[in-house]
C-alpha cells in the first residue's frame, strides 16, 4: 500500500505527534508498505530528505513553531506526491497540510483519515489570548474540519467523547498511540548514571522526581513546582528534575527563584531523544500535572521505562495509570506529597510498581499500534473503492437489452 502521511511539524522539532509519526512511519516501512511524509519545511526552504518532502513554509506568531504553507496549488512537491499516487492520505494536524491532504485526497479520489493529536480548548490562551476563538467557536471548526473527511482516529476515549460533543458524525475509532519500547527498555550504566547526575550537580543521597517533556504552560508544570515545599517537609532531601525545552521554562524558572527552591529544582534543558531514557533511569518517580493531554505518551515512555507515575488525573490516563499498581493519581493537591513520600519511603512498593509499570507498557508497543491503523486504512479503502464503483454504476448504467 501507498500510504501518505502530512503533517505541520516534523523533525528535528521535537514533540509527541513527531515522536507518534516518526513510530508510525518506521512500523509501516518493516511492513513492506511505501510510505512518504509531507510537511512543512521549519526553515522555510523546500526539500525532499529521503521520504520527506518539506514544503516552503512561513512563520506565523500564533504559537511557537507554527508556519502556514506559502504555496498550495502550484507547488511543485505535491505535484510530485499526486503524480506517486498514494492509495491513502493520513493527515495528524489540522492547518495548512490539512488542507492539501484534503486536495490530494480529491484530485485522487482517496480517503483521507485524520488523528486528532490536540485538544485545542486548553491552547486557546496561545491564540490572541482566547479572545477571538473560545471554546465554542474551536468546537464549531473542529466540527466542520472532521466531518469533512472520511474518518477520523483518537487517542484514548477522552478525545473521542471530546468530538462527540463537538458534534463529529463521522467514524471515530479509538487507537492508542504506540512507542518504541526497546528504547526505553534500555539499561543505564552506574558509570554514566553518576556522570549525568554529577553533571545536574545531584547526590548519591538525593531522591529525584521528574518532569520529562514539552516546556508549556498548557503543562501545567507550574502546580508542581507549587507543590515542591509539601514534598521536601515529607521527604527532606527529594529534588525535582525538569527535562525539556519550551517557551515557558523562562517563566519556571523565575517562579523558582520567587519560591527560593532553586537548590531543589533542576533544568536540564532541551534533551536529545536518543539521550531521553536515561533521565527516566535517573529518576525514582516521574510526575506531572498537565492537563493538555490527549493520551500522554511520556506516561508509557515511564512505564515502560519501569519508572511509576504520579500524575494529576485525567480521563486521559484511565488504562494507564492504575492507581496503586503502577502509580498513583491526585485530584486534590495535598495528595501529590502524600503519594510521591509513599513510593520513595517503600523500597518494596516501588520496585513492585516498576515491574508493574513495565507490564502496563507493552500493550503500547508500536508494532501493535501500526497494525491497528493498517486496519483502518484497508477499510477506508476498501469503503472508498465500492463506493466509486456504485457511483459508477450509477452514472454509467448497463443498456438494457
Avoid at 510510505?35 to 525532499?48: A, C, H, M, P, W
Amino acid at each position: 500500500m501507498k500510504i501518505l502521511i502530512t503533517t505541520d511539524t516534523y523533525s528535528p522539532i521535537i514533540n509527541g505527534v513527531v515522536t507518534s509519526i516518526n513510530n508510525l512511519y518506521r512500523e509501516l516501512k518493516c511492513k513492506g508498505h511505501e510510505v512518504k511524509i509531507l510537511t512543512l519545511s521549519n526553515t522555510g526552504d523546500e526539500k525532499i530528505d529521503g521520504d520527506v518532502y518539506y514544503l516552503k513554509s512561513i512563520k506565523v506568531g500564533i504559537y511557537p513553531d507554527t508556519r502556514i504553507i506559502n504555496i498550495i496549488l502550484q507547488n511543485g512537491l505535491i505535484k510530485k506526491i499526486i503524480k506517486w499516487k498514494p492509495d491513502v492520505v493520513h493527515s495528524q494536524t489540522e492547518f495548512s497540510m490539512m488542507l492539501v491532504s484534503k486536495y490530494i485526497s480529491r484530485k485522487l479520489n482517496i480517503p483521507h483519515i485524520h488523528t486528532y493529536h490536540t485538544m485545542y480548548e486548553n491552547y486557546l490562551n496561545y491564540l490572541f489570548k482566547g479572545k477571538i476563538i473560545n471554546r465554542n467557536a474551536c468546537a464549531k471548526i473542529i466540527k466542520v474540519l472532521l466531518n469533512s473527511l472520511d474518518s477520523i482516529i483518537a487517542p484514548t476515549e477522552k478525545t473521542r467523547d471530546t468530538l462527540v460533543s463537538y458534534g463529529v458524525k463521522k467514524p471515530i475509532y479509538v487507537v492508542p498511540t504506540g512507542i518504541d519500547l526497546s528504547r526505553f527498555k534500555q539499561e543505564l550504566s552506574l558509570e554514566e548514571k553518576q556522570k549525568i547526575m554529577s553533571e545536574l550537580n545531584i547526590n548519591r543521597q538525593d531522591r529525584i522526581i521528574a518532569y520529562i517533556g514539552r516546556i508549556g504552560e498548557e503543562k501545567n508544570i507550574s502546580e508542581l513546582i507549587r507543590l515542591m515545599p509539601d514534598v521536601i517537609k515529607e521527604i527532606h532531601n527529594v529534588k525535582l528534575l525538569i527535562v525539556g525545552g519550551g517557551p515557558y521554562l523562562n517563566d519556571l524558572k523565575s517562579l523558582v527563584k520567587k519560591d527560593k527552591i532553586e537548590e531543589r529544582v533542576i533544568f536540564t534543558g532541551m534533551i536529545n531523544p536518543e539521550e531521553i531514557y536515561k533521565y527516566y533511569k535517573i529518576a525514582e518517580v516521574f510526575v506531572t500535572a498537565s492537563f493538555s493531554e490527549t493520551q500522554g505518551l511520556t506516561y508509557v515512555e515511564a512505564l515502560s521505562s519501569g519508572c511509576p507515575v504520579v500524575c494529576k488525573y485525567d480521563p486521559c490516563i484511565n488504562g494507564v495509570i492504575e492507581q496503586g499498581k503502577n502509580g498513583f493519581s491526585y485530584k486534590e493537591k495535598d495528595e501529590f506529597a502524600h503519594y510521591i513520600k509513599r513510593i520513595l519511603s517503600d523500597i518494596k512498593l516501588r520496585d513492585r510498581m516498576s515491574k508493574e509499570a513495565v507490564i502496563n507498557a507493552n500493550k503500547y508497543s508500536s508494532d501493535s499500534f501500526a497494525r491497528s491503523i493498517l486496519d483502518k486504512y484497508f477499510y477506508v479503502v476498501d469503503t472508498n473503492r465500492e463506493s466509486s464503483i456504485s457511483v459508477a454504476k450509477l452514472v454509467n448504467p448497463k443498456p438494457q437489452k
